[in-house]
């Protein structure tokens, strides 16, 4: 027979275990042995304090009541695990990389280190969390209360608070031994953790145990369940089992918020956590868990339904069904199984507690009343931090006791569950906004929390008092005032929903809209924007970029500061490490921004981020680069770099005008070397018929033709000469007047076919000579011009000529072809001689190109390089034609686009 | 954001692991949808839906599994803390792997 002495007895030892576990499992972690404890398995079965004993016992009361309802608390941690690639593997980085100590830690450090935040966190986790606590004591206090009832003949009926009392001073005791015994850096507790795992293990073979009792010892097996099952249904008030889709979604979202957020899972989610393997094996093993954790829940609540008398609180069915059965074994392992949940529950929600408590409240308190103290100031730090670790848990697990007290254990304290994690759920948008988005702001963070946790408070926390609570009936019915929008469970007159997803949907939706629009709004500052970027980006970078310069040596004030904080050994440890790292001897490394960098975060895992960082800047002083002379450097190395990108614009620009200089320097050179060249050309070209010219006018002079025939020729060769000379000064000063372009042209009407009639006339001497016949088609010669005809005729003067002399056919013939293409004019010359050949067709229109030595023929060689000047002034072009029966020249010419009073299309004209 | 000099295309190897990664992000997803549909059905809870959940978990769990077993692998090279010294399976002692 089960006594109450057994009972305790057996509590006592099972006490006994764990602090053994603790002691061990610390023992082992300071001689670094740490391989079984930061085992992936470990650490998902440390993970299970978030299976309390509200959802130990609860859960079987829930399925009593509402089915399958109870599921979702499970379903939303669920998610969030098998998501981990997502979410927590970042969330768990950023903790890792940042030294993050705790959920306010966290929020503290993204939004620029800001113990506002901190404070305000940490606040909204100790309202939530300490009626949480109080429920844990409660379901203890209850279950002993089971047996003391059942038993009473031969019990003294313990006096449940002063079980209550013993608990919570046990608990203490045991969380601060453990907790605080000494302050790691990474702020990680392998004892308690160890122990932790111990109590989940229990946990679950103990509700196993009683499920395996119910459903094969008791129950029937599973048609016996499904009998049950549906007796149950039918015998639930209508509506009980039936999926309510609201309830069902809501719930499985607030228990997913509340996995990240409440500050016990934090602790054992991202404090705790060794390395990203723990992760990737609880990211299944924990959803196991918690699927074995509530797979028999059912079957419990409905066999309890069906078997105990009616008016039993299903609440404690695990406990109570044995009993009926005097299976005393079971109970008592449903007993421990239970007084498990609440332990580790109560002590990891306390160290996270106090963790929070001492860094942003108790420390900032302490260090503002150090303002502009030297490192020696420091002293006794440690000694200090660790009391307020001390004194914050005594006062968390005294907070709890006292609620449980007031509150009187009722039924107001078994809907605390829910409660209090949409109270904390009002953290999830500022940590997720911070860990994705770098636009999330301090403003922004700090309006959202306050937002939705007065929302949260004026919905939920406060209407669960009940009636006699903080808010009266007729508030409740009517609104304040009587205003009905403001009704605290229907909010603007959404009165349709389930008190707790009505408030989980308002206070969630403005805490988000509030968190965003401000952020929008507002500017962040330096250090939250360098914060913002080290979070969001943490899965891409290695190192944290960060920099900081000093003048003064402070590196022995940072190392005594260091030693009283994270104890000597260490700090010395650390210090020496880090000067070795920069290449140094002894203890005292250079205070490189670097090195400032890692000791702040080295310390921030044991007072926080936003103490650390405002002690190193104490001891820092006036020596201190402020992130805002950072960004001023960053400005002027962006100026810098927008000035180079200028400048290398500019410089672009310049290669390119230089290059186009060079081009033209070419050209330059080119037409000096060409000018030379017709220079000398020039000069050859006269001095020719100059010398022949002063030969015979010398012969003439001397008398030596006294024969007058010879006279006369002698003279005729002196005219011949002189005319040629004109000819070609004649060529000369046209090509001059043409290059120059102080040709006046004088354009008039006139069609084509007079034009080549003049042309051909002027050309009869040399034609008939040469005994050339042309070939036109005077029908397509009708086409009216307006352009300089004079001009014109000139060129095609020179064209024919050139023909008649340089054709080598035997039979000379020249073709002219008039055509009218795309509002173009061609004149074709072809003769069937041998043509130009290849090399020589880009020469022919230079000055002086002469094919043959056929000086004969008496040109200069100007001729086509004067047609040419010609037809570009008047707009038109003449080409070598290749690829003829001979030499082939084409004239183009523009018409319809003459002047004003020539404009007229060839179509019209045609007919002229 | 991934820095601008990764390659566009992978290896056969990279590229498997990117998709076990995607795997793992539409995983939750999967979970949503399943977990939502016992509400597309009204009326009381009976087995069908109550087998349903569970055994959805259950696969969803299997799943998981198999994904963490890939992707926990590679980060375990990849990881940065500092006590993250990989463990050999013949040396871990609690035997989870």
């Known amino acids: 027979m089960l006594t109450f002495n057994t009972l305790v007895g057996v509590c006592f030892l099972y006490v006994i275990m764990l602090f053994l576990v603790a002691f061990v499992a610390d023992k082992r972690a300071r001689r670094s042995k740490v391989r079984f404890l930061s085992s992936p398995m470990i650490y998902t079965l440390s993970l299970s304090v978030y299976c309390t004993a509200w959802t130990f016992y609860g859960a079987v009361g829930y399925a009593a009541r509402s089915g399958l309802e109870f599921v979702t608390i499970y379903l939303g941690p669920t998610l969030v695990m098998i998501g981990w690639w997502w979410f927590l593997r970042k969330l768990v980085r950023v903790g890792r990389s940042q030294r993050v100590t705790s959920i306010a830690d966290l929020v503290s450090s993204r939004y620029g280190k800001s113990n506002l935040l901190g404070v305000l966190v940490t606040l909204i986790a100790v309202i939530g969390t300490t009626p949480y606590i109080a429920l844990q004591l409660q379901s203890v206090t209850l279950s002993f209360a089971v047996f003391a009832r059942d038993r009473s003949a031969g019990w003294v009926i313990p006096d449940l608070e002063q079980t209550a009392i013993w608990v919570a001073g046990g608990l203490a005791l045991f969380t601060i031994l453990f907790g605080t015994r000494n302050l790691d850096v990474n702020e990680r507790h392998h004892g308690v953790v160890t122990a932790i795992a111990v109590e989940a293990v229990v946990k679950l073979v103990a509700l196993m145990a009683v499920g395996i009792f119910v459903v094969w010892g008791i129950g029937g097996g599973a048609q016996g369940i499904s009998a049950a099952m549906n007796e149950a249904i039918q015998a639930a008030p209508e509506g009980a089992w039936s999926l309510q889709g609201g309830r069902w979604v809501g719930l499985t979202f607030l228990s997913a918020a509340a996995f990240l957020t409440l500050p016990r899972m934090f602790q054992v989610l991202v404090v705790e956590n060794v390395d990203e393997r723990q992760l990737a094996t609880a990211s299944w093993a924990f959803p196991l868990y918690l699927f074995l954790m509530s797979l028999f829940v059912i079957p419990i609540a409905v066999v309890g339904l069906a078997i105990l008398p009616k008016g039993e609180n299903p609440d404690l069915f695990v406990l109570t069904l044995p009993l009926y059965f005097e299976r005393d074994g079971l109970a008592m392992l449903a007993f421990l199984g239970g007084f498990s949940s609440a332990t580790s529950m109560v002590i990891v929600a306390s160290i996270a507690l106090a963790t929070m408590v001492s860094n942003h409240i108790i420390m900032p308190l302490w260090l503002s009343t150090r303002l502009g103290v030297d490192a020696s100031e420091y002293r006794d730090a440690r000694q200090i931090l660790l009391s307020a670790r001390r004194l914050s848990i005594v006062g968390i697990l005294a907070l709890g006791y006292f609620y449980y007290r007031i509150s009187g254990g009722g039924a107001a304290l078994a809907a605390i569950g829910l409660i209090s994690f949409a109270g904390v759920a009002q953290v999830l948008p500022a940590m997720a906004g911070g860990l994705f988005w770098r636009g999330a702001s301090r403003s922004g963070a700090v309006a959202g929390l306050i937002t939705g946790f007065v929302i949260w408070a004026y919905t939920l926390f406060l209407p669960s008092f009940g009636e006699a609570g903080v808010m009266s009936a007729s508030m409740l019915a009517d609104g304040p005032w009587g205003i009905a929008a403001l009704r605290p469970q229907a909010l603007f007159g959404v009165d349709g929903l389930d008190p707790v997803v009505h408030a989980l949907f308002w206070s969630l939706i403005l805490n988000c809209s509030v968190f965003v629009s401000v952020s929008l709004l507002s500017f962040p500052s330096p250090l939250e924007r360098l914060q913002a970027a080290q979070f969001v980006n943490v899965l891409d970078q290695s190192g944290p970029a960060r920099g900081r310069s000093f003048n003064a040596a402070t590196s022995e004030d940072l190392l005594v500061m260091a030693q009283e904080i994270m104890g000597s050994d260490q700090a010395q440890a650390w210090f020496q490490a880090q000067a070795e790292q920069q290449g140094k001897q002894g203890y005292l490394p250079d205070t490189t921004p670097d090195f400032i960098g890692r000791l702040e975060r080295e310390l921030s895992g044991l007072v926080g981020t936003a103490t650390a960082h405002a002690m190193i800047g104490q001891i820092l002083g006036g020596t201190t680069v402020s992130v805002d002379d950072l960004l001023a450097v960053a400005d002027e190395t962006q100026q810098m770099l927008e000035q180079t990108s200028q400048l290398e614009a500019k410089q672009l620009e310049l290669t390119t005008t230089a290059r186009q200089l060079s081009e033209v320097n070419e050209k330059l050179t080119q037409l000096s070397i060409q000018k030379d060249a017709f220079l000398s050309q020039i000069s050859h070209e006269l001095r020719t018929p100059m010398t022949s010219i002063r030969a015979f006018s010398e012969i003439l002079r001397d008398g030596g033709a006294n024969d007058p025939e010879a006279a006369a020729r002698h003279a005729s060769i002196i005219h011949d000469e002189s005319v040629r000379l004109t000819r070609l000064l004649d060529d000369l000063l046209d090509l001059s007047v043409l290059e120059n372009g102080q040709v006046q042209l004088y354009p008039r009407r006139e069609v084509m076919r007079d034009v080549l009639d003049r042309a051909i006339a002027a050309t009869s001497s040399v034609i008939d000579q040469e005994k050339m016949h042309i070939h036109r088609n005077r029908s397509d010669e009708g086409v009216a011009l307006y352009t300089d005809t004079d001009r014109l005729a000139q060129v095609f003067i020179n064209l024919i000529s050139n023909a008649a002399k340089y054709c080598d056919a035997k039979d000379k013939r020249l073709a002219i072809r008039v055509r009218q293409r795309g509002g173009r004019l061609q004149v074709d010359f072809v003769d069937n001689g041998s043509g130009v050949p290849l090399e020589s067709q880009s020469m022919i229109f230079e000055k002086f190109s002469r094919l043959s030595d056929q000086a004969a023929a008496g040109g200069a060689g100007l001729g086509l390089a004067i047609c040419r000047e010609i037809m570009d002034k008047l707009d038109g072009s003449i080409t070598y034609l290749p690829g003829q029966s001979g030499a082939a020249f084409r004239v183009t010419l523009p018409i319809g686009t003459q002047s004003p009073f020539g404009r007229t299309w060839p179509s019209d004209i045609n007919h002229l | ?97």
């Open chain 2, 1 to 97: 954001m991934r820095s601008p000099r990764e390659p566009l295309f992978l290896a056969r190897q990279s590229y498997r692991r990117r998709r076990v990664e995607d795997a793992a992000r539409l995983l939750p997803l999967l979970g949503v949808v399943l977990f939502l549909l016992p509400l597309m059905v009204g009326g009381a809870i009976g087995n069908v839906r109550l087998a349903f959940v569970f055994s959805s978990w259950f696969f969803l769990i299997l799943f998981a599994m198999l994904l963490a077993r890939h992707l926990g692998r590679d980060s375990e090279q990849q990881s940065t803390g500092p006590q993250s010294k990989p463990v050999r399976p013949s040396e871990d002692p609690a035997g989870t792997r």
